[in-house]
Every structure is written in structure tokens, then in C-alpha cells.
């Protein structure tokens, strides 16, 4: 292999190690299989007995942690042990796959279940009575203003739906009725109007599809709505501190997911209290004690930086890091899975650019490239300054409190829940509940002359 062939398939292990290194969370079995980790699946067994012995007065759940610690994740793999029990019918959907993010409330948050729940009976051939499939399409067109006329004649006469393109007829429709409740604001705003006073009839038509699902399946539907921890926390505020008791009417199980910095707002957590059972929290991984975090000797917990450390060998290529490079990488993500492949991802990109950059000089001789601490510290530098601009001189003052005091004065503070929704400060659990910043600000304020 000539120096050239060399650079270039070195070059092009690390553009498969980057796409290996995507935010996007794992779903399906063959993602697991190729880069999953055995990670906190305590709190799936957790989920899992919940559903199991859920009452019906009793079957909602909700699911929080911080931003990137993993959540999607584990509720997929959730998802798909559930589904291999052969019991459970399960839904799973991002609601910001579904809806714009900023005008997400209650009844859209309705209505969008509903429309997974018909868009999966239909990917899954489920049976449904013409009739009562036909009812079900003119009440989505309807609300939708969508026509659905080609859709109701096919179900009429063939009892299920032709395909156009290979694409059958009413999956095309359900498509259509998605898209105008992404896109169309009118249209959101339309559905949130027809039942703002009338959301019985909404939780009445889950009900209806749930019934005949169960019925046609024999078994039990389980809806996991994701991403709705990603929202504005204003939004997020509204729709459980306000309107929660709309969410738990349907009669399907359903988890929820928020943001870790709404349950900060006492009435929101009581509010939540009053219906839930219980609040599942996946942690962020701890990898010092609050009493060892601060020492100059401290020694990280080894179970946890060998789940990180396989998690980074399941996605970079061998001998692409140097070790002592690793564990600092490792340290800088705090225990946040996002910010560890973040990191990872970024160092790639400083190789890959490096790699080209000898391919153009032709620089045949140079020695191996690799993630090394230079690398690592110009990928540290360029997080500081993004997360550096949304910062002034009051922000740099409470996050100097906050490690020195290892939390705020005032948990409901709005620019302290900021700063928590958005990981510059990251929350525990030992023994007790503590804050620290994420490593990243750390050392932003130790360049800011704000830490020693």
C-alpha cells in the first residue's frame, strides 16, 4: 500500500468512526448489537415492572434525567423488550419528530397519539372493521382539513387500502396528515381550537383505537412519547403544570418524558405528585463522590470509566486515541453521554482535517495521526467558547457559588434552571442530591481568573 492508499484508508476509518459518533440515539436491535453497552439497565427493569403491574387509575409515567444522559436510548431498548414479551403493543415517537417544538400543548400532544397509534396499526396490518376504519380517517381528515375521500372509497370496497408506487393508500394519507401537523401552524392552531373545551372527545378517539388494537392483538398498548424533556421549559411548564390531568385520561400506558430542570419548580412537581406515582430518574453517571470531587488525588470510579471507555471503543477505530488522552475525554463529558460522543466526534473531525491536510501536502512521512492531548484541547477550547457566549458576568457569579457551595441558592431560579436544561450545571445523586459544573464551564471559569 503506497503512502498515499495509507492516508487515505486511515482517512477514511475515521469518517466511519464520525458516522459511528451521531447524537442520534439508538433504536433498532441492529444498533444495539453493533454499538450498544450494557448502561444503567437497572432503570429499565425499574420501567418495565412499573408496566407490568400498572392498575389501570395508575398506568403513567414519567421519565426524566438530563439532556444526553441517555434517555432515548434506554427507552428504546425499553420499547424492545417489551415487545419481545409478545404482550405489549408499544408506540414510541419523538414529539418533536411530530410537532414544532414551540407550539407543543396538551391537545396536540392528544392528537399526535392518536395519529401514531393509527399510523403503527397500519404499518403493522392490523385488522380494523372498514367502517370503523373509514370513521377513524374522516374524523383525522376532518380536523385536519385533509381530504380523505380516494382513502374511504378503497377501504369500502377492497376492506384495506390499495398501494400507489408501493406505498399503500392510507399510509400515504397518514403522511399527509402528519406533515400539515408538523408544518401547518393554522392547522395546529385549528385542532388545539376544536378541543380546547371538548378534550373528552380527543382521549375518547385514543380510547376507541386503543380498544380495537387490544382487541385485534390481544395485547396491551404502551405509548412513549420522547423528547418532550428537549422543549422550552416555559412550554413544558404549561402543558403539566396546567393541563397534566389531560394526559392521564386516555386509558393506555403512557410515558412522558421531561426536562430534569422543570421538576425544580416546586408546583410543578407537586402538581405532577398529585396524579403520578412516581418520578423515574435516569442519573447522570457519577464518576467522583461529592466528598472525593475536589481532590487533587482523586481516582474516578473504575466500573464507570470502563462503560465509557467501551462506548468510545464501539465507535472509534484501534490505536486512534492515546490512553491517558481517553480518560481525560472521558472526564471532560461529566458522566453526560451526549457531551462523551460530542467530544469523541469533534476530535474525529480535528483528524480527518489533519489527515487531508497531509494528503494535500503530500506529507507522505509524518507520523500516525491520532486524538492526542492537543487535539483534545483545542476540541475543549472550541465547546468553551459556545458555551462562553450565552454567559455574562451574573451567570459567571452563581456558577461560581454553585461549585463552591456544590448548589444554588434558589433551585427555582429561572437562569438557574437555564443553565441546568442547557448542562452547565450538572445535578447528582449520592447519598444526598449535589450540583456540580459540567467540566467543560469548569474550566471556562478557571480561564476567566473566576476559579483557581
Keep these: ?219 396491551k398498548v404502551v405509548v412513549i412519547i420522547d423528547d418532550i424533556d428537549k422543549l422550552d421549559l416555559g412550554v413544558v411548564e404549561t402543558i403539566f403544570g396546567k393541563n397534566i390531568q389531560s394526559l392521564l385520561d386516555p386509558n393506555s400506558i403512557v410515558i412522558y418524558t421531561l426536562p430534569i430542570a422543570t421538576l425544580r419548580e416546586v408546583s410543578i412537581t407537586a402538581s405532577i405528585n398529585t396524579y403520578i406515582k412516581k418520578i423515574y430518574m435516569m442519573e447522570v453517571t457519577k464518576f467522583f463522590s461529592k466528598a472525593d470531587v475536589r481532590k487533587p488525588d482523586r481516582i474516578p470510579n473504575p466500573a464507570w470509566m470502563n462503560v465509557f471507555s467501551e462506548i468510545l471503543q464501539r465507535r472509534l477505530p484501534q490505536n486512534s486515541i492515546e490512553p491517558d488522552v481517553q480518560t481525560d475525554l472521558i472526564l471532560l463529558s461529566g458522566g453526560v453521554l451526549r457531551e462523551l460522543i460530542r467530544i469523541a466526534d469533534r476530535c474525529c473531525d480535528l483528524v480527518k482535517l489533519e489527515l487531508r491536510g497531509q494528503i494535500r501536502r503530500q506529507q507522505w512521512n509524518q507520523p500516525e495521526v491520532k486524538i492526542d492531548r492537543q487535539i483534545l484541547s483545542d476540541v475543549e477550547t472550541e465547546l468553551q467558547i459556545e458555551y462562553a457566549r450565552a454567559l455574562g458576568q451574573i451567570d459567571f457569579e452563581m456558577l461560581k457559588a454553585i461549585y463552591q457551595e456544590f448548589k444554588p441558592q434558589d433551585t427555582e431560579n429561572e437562569r438557574f434552571l437555564d443553565l441546568l436544561h442547557g448542562l452547565y450545571v450538572l445535578e447528582y445523586c449520592n447519598a444526598k442530591l449535589w450540583y456540580d459544573l459540567n467540566p467543560i464551564v469548569r474550566d471556562l471559569l478557571v480561564q476567566e481568573g473566576i476559579l483557581s
Design 1 to 219: 500500500m503506497s503512502n498515499l492508499d495509507a492516508l487515505q484508508a486511515r482517512l477514511e476509518i475515521f469518517r466511519e468512526a464520525g458516522r459511528n459518533l451521531q447524537l442520534d440515539p439508538l433504536i433498532s436491535k441492529e444498533d444495539f448489537a453493533r454499538l450498544g453497552v450494557e448502561y444503567q439497565t437497572d432503570e429499565i427493569d425499574k420501567l418495565e415492572q412499573a408496566i407490568e403491574d400498572s392498575p389501570e387509575r395508575d398506568n403513567k409515567l414519567i421519565f426524566t434525567g438530563h439532556r444526553g444522559c441517555g434517555k432515548s436510548t434506554l427507552l428504546a431498548e425499553l420499547g424492545l423488550r417489551l415487545t419481545d414479551t409478545g404482550r405489549y403493543f408499544v408506540v414510541m415517537y419523538s414529539i418533536s419528530d411530530t410537532i414544532e417544538r414551540s407550539a407543543v400543548d396538551h391537545v396536540n400532544i392528544l392528537f399526535s397519539m392518536a395519529l401514531q397509534l393509527l399510523e403503527e396499526a397500519e404499518k403493522r396490518s392490523i385488522w380494523l372493521q372498514p367502517g370503523i376504519k373509514r370513521e377513524f380517517y374522516r374524523w383525522f381528515g376532518k380536523h385536519t382539513q385533509t381530504e380523505t375521500q380516494v382513502a374511504e372509497s378503497e377501504i369500502e370496497v377492497n376492506a384495506e387500502a390499495k398501494t400507489t408506487g408501493g406505498i399503500p393508500i392510507l399510509m400515504q394519507l397518514v403522511a399527509q396528515i402528519k406533515s400539515k401537523l408538523k408544518v401547518s401552524s393554522e392547522t395546529r392552531k385549528q385542532i388545539s381550537i376544536d378541543f380546547a373545551r371538548k378534550i373528552s372527545e380527543l382521549v375518547e378517539k385514543i380510547d376507541e383505537l386503543q380498544s380495537h388494537i387490544e382487541s385485534a392483538t390481544g395485547q
